[in-house]
């Protein structure tokens, strides 16, 4: 059943991918879904077996590498956590998958894409079943180069190859960060199997040991490097210019990747580990507050964004943010509590942004639309839904979810806890302001399109609205169904050893009794900021212009995005070509070679023009060296023995 | 065991096929295709025998094996000595792999002096094969020097434009550092009387004067790597040489410096090693972030391969100088991971030179469309060499960086980050030449890979997926080789504090073992 779930994936991608030809568009696409329902039910299943009836396992393949005491396998470790990303990740790569096969129906190259995606679930499915940091880099790797593989997938557009390759490199620099934490890891604990790292822990939560020169407590370096590498997955803040600009790849991709599964890699790396975060409580906090900066930057961001597909980026960045936040508080059972919920509904969102881009002959700037509402109406009602649930509306799942990482991050009763409550409640405002500017601007008030396309605008086929059900009734019960299970009273039989929390940082337990106001302000200012958005975007729409010119600089600092890239450019791209060339042409060129072969080659032809010089073949020239060379001879002896 | 001399049936079957080769007649209108074929059928012939030693080696004991010994200059202590161990035995079989690629490799690209051509691989294929299986020190000097000719003829007769220059910058470079070897060897000679490697690891020599012989070594060997300063040779040798010459280069011939690290300067100069090993981490991290930098601006294809190289050479220096199981086994696992990556990039840059004959990146662009086949091929071998896990560029880079981390944190800290540019350098590159839009006409017309193609490209992604999924395959023989060589290190270095004793009880186990080898012999 395990390797049902996770190796079904990968023999869809060998054979859409070896043999997509040989198969045929039809064949690739019903074999790599059907593939992936199988591994979908099988996960349904394991849920149930491992999650529900508390029954984790390790299931060793075959050893991987094998160098002194170092010795990783490759292992399938099917434990509380890891079932709930498995049944995460193939039910919406299953979804996606049946999506596809309508989205991409005008692509040139359907076996390819199909492919790709079941192989980037199956380097997913790699990553959060690995037993030890070795196979969960590979997954962490592999799940890059998918998406790196996807994003790029229009490879004819320039835009897509930058877009690619500039998620790959800051992914990569996460991932320099992970590995420093791996050495690390490798350096104190000499193993790096989970269980035996675990195991460890206590007796090594003092240990300091010197790295770059200072002596730092190695728990805490250990953990800081791995927040490294989740920062660059998850998009935090300072890593996260790479995510708004993958939405080049197909929207099926950023519905799967860049919203439901490989974004929360970051998060499910922190709860994974958390028995050592536990014991790092400055890089908890640390994570704490950038979580919340993150969700704010973010959320200013896509308020002021028109692009549809941005708009929902950014906000998967923020909502990404408030996991984060919840995890800086120890309270790692809400922050998967939210990971699973969002993975539902925004993953919805996307789906449905998708099938509007797609009516919309490829237009994905919302002032280019308006007006669509009745003319797609199945696709109307699911962004609803989704925008209900992502703006925290009681009673859809995001309500459950993401109360409760407010109520933790109060109940922390730290100043950072306090500092991300209400940032995380400001935030709330925001996220209901701009899901329904979204929809306002998408789908009422007059088209704004030119009449060709409004006169083609058309509902979604079949198969791509009947997979979005399931993500409805996920949008809409998952909250309700499993609130118990995650953050309630039964969570500790359910998520079992797989999570570990000190008793003293106990938030989630702490959060049933926090003061009934710090429960309800979040819906509050959810509903507050729906009725802004109506009032701005259908009731004056004249509005939004006046208050972006009444505060023109930051409005326009918030358009570019916080200047991050510009930033980024200045100080580290430009200056790295730069020194690029000045290390080829001046170092290598003039002075290395200058000095080195060239330069004696010039030398040895001075040298030799010079002597050359000697050999003119005149007598009276010898004849005058000759004269010369016996007065030094007489005059040298004469001074030796007469002097 | 097997008791006929193996290795120098696989040293020498190439010559053989040299013999046949100068046989033909050059005026027949069949000369060229004889003479390749003659070439291919050696080279595959010395890789299946290769490969039979291979599957007789024991990879469970770090003692030479298959030796054979006959006395070659009997009055000086000379003898002609062969034999491999865990360290060596896998660079033979990369020697002998790469050849008849390289064979198939020139098949239609090298129209003249065809004959010549093939002849000089193939004498190159005994001189690198030799030199690793030479257990004699002036035995592996005649093979580690007689390379550079056929090497030399190879760029200087069927390289580019500019190849002359090329030829003599790489001729001059690789003498110099090899005078200064041949002065280390002389008197490593004059002082223990022989040239036997075993017996010269056993040799202790004062420390002032193991630091001047380490460096005349290392003058050599570092060129060989290329270390920096000391690499410009290698881009403008790449750059010159014909697709094979440089698969062979990156493939095999930048390995020499390495293996002679392990071979020569660790077991026999042990303490001028520890002595000078921040000298050559320093180097090292130079060359792993000066090279990618380097690489990030090039504009011809070949140049950024070879300074991709230098840098993950710079990684395989770092690993061997930590002197600790995880680095020097991923050290030897990055030598032969780049032995096939490298090669396998060289292979797809001469794969559209051949169509377009230029190297120009900007002259190309959007070849997914009409070479799906060859995008394939291309993007694997940019993965690997990026150190993507489940390739084989990730195994020895993770291990050469844990082994590191035990030794310096800041070496570690700075040799990391060249992961991240070779993964800028690498996918600017995929993405000018294979993606974007078709800018060029001749480009649209590039047909894709032949089956002579995907029969050179099929066993060396096999390999790559092979190495990186299961390295113990591989991990395994070298194991015992390393152990002991770490362990000989470790005890040379030690303090000698210890009682007599102890000293007496060592050698005793020393001679013990000594008869007991010979015994098995």
């Given at each position: 059943m395990?390797f049902i779930a996770?190796?079904?994936?990968?023999?869809?991608a060998?054979?859409?991918g070896?043999?997509?030809k040989?198969?045929g568009?039809?064949?690739?696409?019903f074999?790599?879904?059907f593939?992936?329902?199988?591994?979908?039910a099988a996960s349904l299943f394991l849920?149930k077996?491992?999650a529900?009836?508390?029954?984790?396992?390790?299931?060793?393949?075959?050893t991987?590498?094998?160098?002194?005491d170092?010795?990783?396998s490759?292992?399938l470790?099917f434990d509380?956590?890891a079932?709930v990303m498995v049944f995460v990740?193939?039910?919406?790569?299953?979804?996606?998958?049946?999506?596809?096969v309508?989205?991409?129906?005008h692509?040139p190259?359907?076996?390819?894409?199909?492919a790709?995606?079941?192989?980037?679930t199956f380097?997913?499915?790699m990553?959060v079943t690995a037993?030890n940091?070795?196979?969960l880099?590979?997954?962490?790797?592999g799940?890059g180069?998918a998406?790196?593989l996807l994003?790029?997938?229009?490879?004819h557009k320039?835009s897509?190859?930058?877009?690619?390759?500039?998620?790959f490199v800051?992914n990569?620099?996460?991932?320099?960060?992970?590995?420093l934490?791996?050495?690390?890891?490798f350096?104190?604990f000499?193993?790096?199997?989970?269980?035996e790292i675990?195991?460890?822990?206590?007796?090594?939560?003092?240990l300091h040991?010197?790295?770059l020169?200072f002596?730092?407590?190695?728990?805490?370096l250990?953990c800081?490097?791995?927040f490294v590498?989740?920062m660059?997955?998850?998009?935090?803040?300072g890593?996260?210019t790479?995510?708004?600009d993958?939405?080049?790849?197909?929207?099926?991709?950023?519905a799967?990747?860049?919203?439901?599964?490989m974004v929360t890699?970051?998060v499910?790396?922190v709860?994974?580990m958390?028995?050592?975060?536990?014991?790092a409580p400055?890089?908890?906090m640390f994570?704490?507050i950038l979580g919340?900066?993150?969700?704010?930057?973010?959320?200013?961001?896509?308020v002021t964004?028109?692009?549809?597909k941005?708009?929902?980026?950014y906000?998967?960045?923020?909502?990404l943010g408030?996991m984060?936040f919840?995890?800086g508080?120890s309270a790692?059972?809400?922050?998967?509590?939210?990971l699973f919920?969002?993975a539902?509904?925004?993953?919805l969102?996307f789906l449905g942004?998708g099938?509007v881009?797609?009516?919309?002959s490829d237009?994905?700037d919302?002032?280019?639309m308006?007006?669509?509402?009745?003319?797609?109406?199945?696709?109307?009602i699911?962004?609803?839904?989704?925008?209900l649930?992502?703006?925290?509306?009681?009673?859809?799942?995001g309500?459950?979810?993401?109360?409760?990482?407010?109520?933790?991050?109060?109940?922390d009763?730290?100043?950072f806890g306090m500092?991300a409550?209400?940032v995380g409640?400001?935030?709330?405002?925001?996220t209901?302001?701009y899901s329904?500017r979204?929809?306002?601007?998408?789908?009422?008030g007059k088209?704004?399109c030119d009449?060709?396309?409004m006169?083609h605008?058309?509902?979604?086929?079949?198969?791509?609205?009947?997979?979005?059900?399931?993500?409805?009734?996920?949008?809409v019960?998952?909250?309700?169904?499993f609130?118990?299970?995650?953050?309630g009273?039964?969570?500790?039989?359910?998520?079992?050893k797989s999570?570990f929390?000190?008793a003293?940082?106990?938030?989630?337990a702490?959060?049933h009794?926090v003061?009934?106001?710090v429960a309800?302000?979040?819906?509050?200012?959810?509903?507050?900021?729906i009725i802004l958005a109506?009032?701005?975007?259908?009731?004056?729409?004249k509005?939004?212009?006046k208050?972006?010119?009444?505060?023109?600089?930051i409005?326009?600092?918030f358009l570019?995005k916080?200047y991050?890239d510009?930033?980024?450019?200045?100080?580290?791209?430009?200056?790295?070509?730069c020194?690029?060339?000045?290390?080829w042409k001046i170092g290598?060129?003039?002075?290395?070679?200058?000095?080195?072969?060239?330069?004696?080659?010039?030398?040895?032809?001075?040298?030799?023009?010079?002597?050359?010089?000697?050999?003119s073949g005149?007598?009276y020239?010898?004849?005058?060296?000759?004269?010369?060379g016996?007065?030094?001879f007489v005059?040298?002896?004469?001074?030796k023995?007469?002097? | 065991m097997i008791?006929f001399p193996?290795l120098?049936?696989?040293?020498f079957?190439p010559i053989?096929?040299?013999?046949?080769?100068a046989?033909?007649?050059?005026?027949?209108?069949?000369?060229?295709?004889?003479?390749k074929?003659?070439?291919?059928?050696?080279?595959?012939v010395?890789?299946l025998?290769?490969?039979?030693?291979?599957f007789?080696?024991?990879?469970?004991?770090?003692?030479?094996q298959f030796?054979?010994?006959k006395q070659?200059?009997?009055?000086?202590?000379?003898?002609?000595k062969?034999g491999?161990?865990?360290i060596?035995?896998?660079?033979?079989m990369?020697?002998?792999?790469?050849?008849p690629i390289?064979?198939?490799?020139?098949?239609d690209s090298?129209?003249?002096?065809?004959?010549?051509?093939m002849m000089?691989?193939?004498?190159?294929?005994?001189?690198?094969?030799?030199m690793f299986?030479?257990?004699d020190m002036l035995?592996?000097?005649v093979?580690?020097?007689?390379?550079?000719?056929p090497?030399?003829l190879?760029?200087?007769i069927w390289?580019?434009?500019n190849?002359?220059?090329a030829?003599?910058?790489?001729?001059?470079?690789?003498l110099?550092?090899s005078?200064?070897l041949?002065i280390a060897m002389?008197?490593?000679y004059?002082?223990?009387?022989?040239?036997?490697?075993?017996t010269?690891m056993?040799s202790?020599?004062p420390l002032?004067?193991q630091?001047w012989?380490?460096l005349?070594m290392?003058?050599s060997?570092?060129?060989?790597?290329p270390?920096?300063?000391v690499h410009?040779?290698?881009?403008?040798?790449?750059v010159?040489?014909?697709?094979?010459?440089?698969?062979i280069?990156a493939?095999v011939?930048?390995?020499?410096?390495g293996y002679g690290?392990?071979r020569?300067?660790?077991?026999?100069l042990?303490?001028?090693t520890a002595?000078?090993?921040?000298?050559?981490f320093?180097?090292s991290v130079?060359?792993?972030?000066?090279?990618?930098?380097?690489?990030?601006v090039q504009?011809d294809?070949k140049?950024l391969?070879?300074?991709?190289?230098i840098a993950h050479m710079?990684?395989?220096?770092l690993?061997?100088?930590?002197?600790?199981t995880?680095g020097?086994?991923g050290?030897?696992f990055?030598m032969l991971?780049?032995g096939?990556?490298s090669?396998a990039?060289?292979?797809?840059?001469?794969?559209?030179?051949?169509?377009l004959?230029?190297?120009?990146?900007d002259?190309?662009?959007g070849?997914?469309?009409?070479?799906?086949?060859?995008?394939?091929?291309?993007?694997?071998?940019?993965?690997a060499?990026?150190g993507?896990?489940?390739?084989s560029?990730?195994?020895?880079e993770?291990?050469?960086?844990?082994?590191?981390?035990?030794?310096?944190?800041?070496?570690t800290f700075?040799?990391?980050?060249?992961?991240?540019l070779?993964?800028?350098?690498?996918l600017l590159l995929?993405k000018r030449?294979?993606?974007?839009?078709?800018?060029?006409?001749d480009?649209k017309t590039?047909?894709?890979?032949n089956?002579?193609e995907?029969?050179?490209?099929a066993?060396?992604?096999?390999?790559?997926?092979?190495?990186?999924?299961?390295?113990?395959t591989?991990?395994?023989?070298i194991?015992?080789s390393v152990?002991?060589l770490?362990?000989?290190y470790?005890y040379?270095?030690?303090?000698?504090?210890?009682s007599?004793?102890?000293?007496?009880?060592?050698?005793?186990?020393a001679?013990?073992?000594?008869?007991d080898?010979?015994?098995?012999?």
């Amino acid at each position: 059943m395990e390797f049902i779930a996770v190796f079904l994936p990968l023999l869809g991608a060998l054979i859409a991918g070896l043999f997509g030809k040989v198969i045929g568009d039809k064949g690739s696409q019903f074999i790599t879904c059907f593939l992936m329902v199988c591994a979908a039910a099988a996960s349904l299943f394991l849920f149930k077996d491992v999650a529900m009836a508390s029954n984790p396992r390790v299931l060793e393949i075959f050893t991987w590498i094998s160098s002194g005491d170092l010795n990783v396998s490759w292992a399938l470790r099917f434990d509380q956590i890891a079932v709930v990303m498995v049944f995460v990740v193939n039910i919406v790569s299953a979804v996606v998958h049946i999506y596809s096969v309508g989205y991409m129906s005008h692509d040139p190259a359907k076996a390819k894409f199909m492919a790709y995606l079941s192989l980037f679930t199956f380097a997913m499915l790699m990553l959060v079943t690995a037993d030890n940091l070795v196979q969960l880099f590979f997954g962490w790797e592999g799940v890059g180069v998918a998406s790196y593989l996807l994003i790029g997938f229009w490879n004819h557009k320039e835009s897509a190859n930058s877009a690619a390759i500039k998620a790959f490199v800051m992914n990569r620099i996460g991932d320099f960060g992970l590995a420093l934490g791996i050495m690390v890891i490798f350096f104190a604990f000499g193993t790096l199997n989970f269980d035996e790292i675990f195991i460890r822990v206590e007796e090594l939560k003092d240990l300091h040991l010197e790295f770059l020169g200072f002596d730092v407590h190695m728990i805490t370096l250990a953990c800081a490097l791995l927040f490294v590498g989740a920062m660059g997955k998850s998009a935090q803040l300072g890593l996260h210019t790479w995510l708004p600009d993958a939405m080049e790849g197909p929207t099926p991709v950023s519905a799967l990747i860049h919203a439901a599964t490989m974004v929360t890699a970051g998060v499910f790396l922190v709860v994974r580990m958390s028995p050592l975060f536990e014991y790092a409580p400055s890089v908890l906090m640390f994570i704490c507050i950038l979580g919340a900066l993150t969700a704010l930057i973010a959320a200013t961001i896509a308020v002021t964004q028109n692009d549809i597909k941005r708009v929902i980026a950014y906000s998967t960045m923020s909502q990404l943010g408030y996991m984060f936040f919840a995890l800086g508080v120890s309270a790692y059972s809400a922050a998967m509590f939210h990971l699973f919920t969002h993975a539902f509904f925004k993953a919805l969102l996307f789906l449905g942004a998708g099938s509007v881009i797609h009516a919309m002959s490829d237009e994905q700037d919302m002032r280019k639309m308006g007006g669509i509402y009745k003319l797609i109406p199945a696709t109307y009602i699911m962004m609803w839904i989704g925008s209900l649930a992502l703006a925290g509306v009681p009673f859809f799942a995001g309500y459950f979810s993401k109360d409760m990482v407010l109520e933790v991050a109060y109940a922390d009763h730290t100043w950072f806890g306090m500092f991300a409550y209400w940032v995380g409640i400001f935030v709330a405002f925001l996220t209901a302001f701009y899901s329904f500017r979204l929809i306002f601007m998408a789908f009422h008030g007059k088209p704004r399109c030119d009449e060709k396309v409004m006169d083609h605008v058309h509902e979604s086929p079949k198969i791509m609205l009947r997979p979005l059900y399931v993500l409805v009734i996920g949008a809409v019960t998952a909250g309700y169904s499993f609130k118990e299970l995650f953050v309630g009273s039964d969570r500790g039989d359910f998520f079992g050893k797989s999570i570990f929390v000190l008793a003293e940082n106990d938030t989630v337990a702490a959060a049933h009794h926090v003061p009934t106001w710090v429960a309800v302000l979040p819906a509050a200012v959810g509903i507050v900021g729906i009725i802004l958005a109506w009032v701005f975007y259908i009731k004056c729409p004249k509005l939004p212009e006046k208050i972006a010119n009444a505060f023109k600089w930051i409005y326009k600092f918030f358009l570019n995005k916080w200047y991050f890239d510009e930033l980024y450019n200045r100080l580290v791209v430009k200056p790295l070509f730069c020194f690029g060339s000045l290390f080829w042409k001046i170092g290598d060129v003039k002075i290395i070679d200058g000095l080195g072969p060239n330069g004696v080659a010039k030398l040895s032809k001075k040298t030799a023009d010079l002597t050359s010089k000697l050999q003119s073949g005149y007598v009276y020239h010898y004849a005058f060296v000759m004269l010369i060379g016996i007065v030094c001879f007489v005059s040298f002896y004469l001074f030796k023995f007469n002097g | 065991m097997i008791e006929f001399p193996i290795l120098s049936l696989i040293t020498f079957l190439p010559i053989i096929g040299v013999i046949f080769i100068a046989t033909i007649d050059s005026k027949s209108e069949y000369a060229a295709s004889n003479a390749k074929y003659v070439a291919l059928f050696v080279s595959l012939v010395t890789f299946l025998v290769s490969l039979y030693m291979y599957f007789n080696f024991n990879p469970n004991t770090a003692e030479f094996q298959f030796v054979e010994e006959k006395q070659w200059l009997p009055g000086l202590g000379i003898s002609y000595k062969m034999g491999v161990d865990g360290i060596s035995v896998l660079f033979v079989m990369l020697a002998t792999f790469l050849t008849p690629i390289c064979i198939l490799a020139s098949w239609d690209s090298i129209k003249k002096r065809v004959k010549e051509y093939m002849m000089a691989f193939l004498i190159l294929e005994t001189m690198m094969v030799g030199m690793f299986c030479s257990m004699d020190m002036l035995l592996f000097y005649v093979f580690f020097e007689a390379i550079l000719i056929p090497m030399y003829l190879i760029i200087g007769i069927w390289g580019g434009d500019n190849r002359v220059y090329a030829a003599f910058k790489f001729f001059l470079y690789t003498l110099l550092g090899s005078v200064l070897l041949l002065i280390a060897m002389l008197y490593l000679y004059m002082e223990m009387g022989t040239t036997d490697i075993q017996t010269l690891m056993t040799s202790e020599i004062p420390l002032d004067i193991q630091k001047w012989l380490w460096l005349a070594m290392f003058a050599s060997f570092a060129v060989k790597v290329p270390m920096w300063p000391v690499h410009t040779w290698l881009p403008d040798a790449h750059v010159q040489a014909p697709t094979a010459g440089s698969v062979i280069l990156a493939g095999v011939l930048l390995k020499m410096g390495g293996y002679g690290f392990l071979r020569f300067s660790i077991p026999i100069l042990p303490e001028a090693t520890a002595y000078f090993a921040d000298f050559v981490f320093v180097l090292s991290v130079i060359a792993v972030v000066y090279t990618s930098m380097v690489a990030l601006v090039q504009t011809d294809m070949k140049k950024l391969i070879a300074y991709s190289s230098i840098a993950h050479m710079g990684f395989v220096t770092l690993g061997i100088f930590t002197l600790n199981t995880q680095g020097v086994e991923g050290a030897i696992f990055q030598m032969l991971s780049h032995g096939i990556v490298s090669a396998a990039l060289f292979l797809c840059v001469g794969v559209v030179y051949d169509r377009l004959h230029t190297r120009e990146i900007d002259r190309y662009g959007g070849l997914v469309k009409n070479m799906p086949k060859y995008a394939v091929a291309f993007m694997i071998f940019t993965m690997a060499s990026v150190g993507l896990p489940v390739t084989s560029g990730f195994v020895g880079e993770f291990l050469i960086l844990i082994g590191l981390f035990q030794v310096s944190t800041i070496f570690t800290f700075i040799a990391a980050t060249g992961v991240v540019l070779g993964a800028a350098y690498m996918l600017l590159l995929y993405k000018r030449v294979v993606f974007g839009e078709q800018k060029n006409e001749d480009v649209k017309t590039m047909k894709d890979l032949n089956k002579r193609e995907i029969a050179i490209f099929a066993p060396l992604i096999l390999l790559v997926f092979w190495m990186g999924v299961y390295p113990s395959t591989f991990l395994k023989p070298i194991a015992p080789s390393v152990e002991n060589l770490i362990a000989n290190y470790n005890y040379s270095i030690q303090p000698t504090e210890m009682s007599e004793e102890d000293l007496i009880d060592d050698e005793l186990e020393a001679e013990i073992k000594e008869e007991d080898t010979k015994e098995i012999d």
